[in-house]
């Protein structure tokens, strides 16, 4: 097995580095993942493992959970080094270089979508995608939102970002004209006292909902697609951030379609 015991080795430079950098995963098309319980989710969603960095004391602990990987992919890591790869403050030993899944088409067809349009808060994306996939939204489309492999939005996403029916797109535009050409019914979360109760919306035929950026919601260049719904609140509660309003939405959303 190779081993690496210098925080200065050009892999393990690189190794930070990719954790740090999205303009970095999106040049090498792959990103770095830490934990056993993730890399497990990695390998039930059949992505590829590249390489795997793993301290003497994780395998010592964990022989049956490495028997699983090819030998020739194993690296042999100082605690030192596997400290200075982590993002967070105590990690586990284990690290893995994976290859990012290509986009594929998006399945335009009787579904559910719930699009993700200008969002940067990591940990509200993951755990936005985490529900959806545990609700059974169709697919989950983000554009202009924080990278899909930022270490936080893996984390909080629990594998959730892993899946199949997660996209990344540029043109939110482009994608929304097809959409309503499609029939798909669009709607669009705002605060907004005339926009339509989010309760009384019927989401069981096709449809979208768009979930805008946490301070600035959705501009009226998308806006101008969408029928406007809302989540009533009391007259005296600030707005929802976009995690909480998107769960809300994922549940009216799913519960029609059950």
């Known amino acids: 097995m190779k081993e690496i015991s210098s925080v200065g080795n050009p892999t393990i430079k690189e190794l930070t580095k990719l954790n740090k950098s999205s303009k970095l995963r999106n040049q090498k098309r792959c990103f770095l993942v830490e934990g056993v319980r993730l890399i497990d989710e990695v390998q039930k969603s059949k992505l590829e493992i590249e390489a795997l960095y793993v301290t003497k004391n994780f395998i010592e602990k964990n022989k049956n959970f490495i028997s699983n990987f090819d030998k020739n992919k194993l690296t042999l890591i100082s605690e030192n080094v596997a400290k200075k790869i982590s993002d967070v403050e105590t990690n586990q030993g284990i690290f893995a270089t994976v290859k990012m899944r290509e986009n594929s088409q998006i399945k335009i067809s009787k579904s559910q979508i719930l699009i993700l ?138 519960r029609q379609s059950k």
């Not at 993951?126 to 545990?134: D, M, N, V």
């Not at 899946?163 to 669009?186: A, H, P, T, W």
């Not at 309760?199 to 950026?213: A, L």
């Not at 501009?219 to 029928?227: L, P, R, S």
């Open 117 to 254: 349009y200008g969002l940067q808060n990591p940990s509200n994306i993951g755990t936005i995608l985490r529900s959806s996939i545990a609700l059974g939204i169709d697919h989950v489309i983000l554009c202009d939102c924080c990278d899909l492999y930022n270490s936080k939005l893996i984390r909080a996403a629990m594998g959730a970002s892993f899946k199949r029916n997660i996209y990344q797109i540029n043109d939110i535009i482009s994608l929304l004209r097809v959409l309503k050409e499609k029939g798909f019914k669009i709607y669009g979360t705002f605060v907004d006292s005339d926009a339509k109760d989010i309760t009384t919306v019927d989401f069981s035929s096709p449809c979208v909902c768009i979930i805008g950026n946490e301070g600035n919601g959705i501009d009226d260049t998308v806006g101008q697609f969408t029928e406007k719904i809302t989540i009533k609140m009391r007259n005296d509660s600030e707005s929802l951030n976009a995690a909480a309003a998107a769960n809300i939405v994922i549940w009216e959303m799913t």
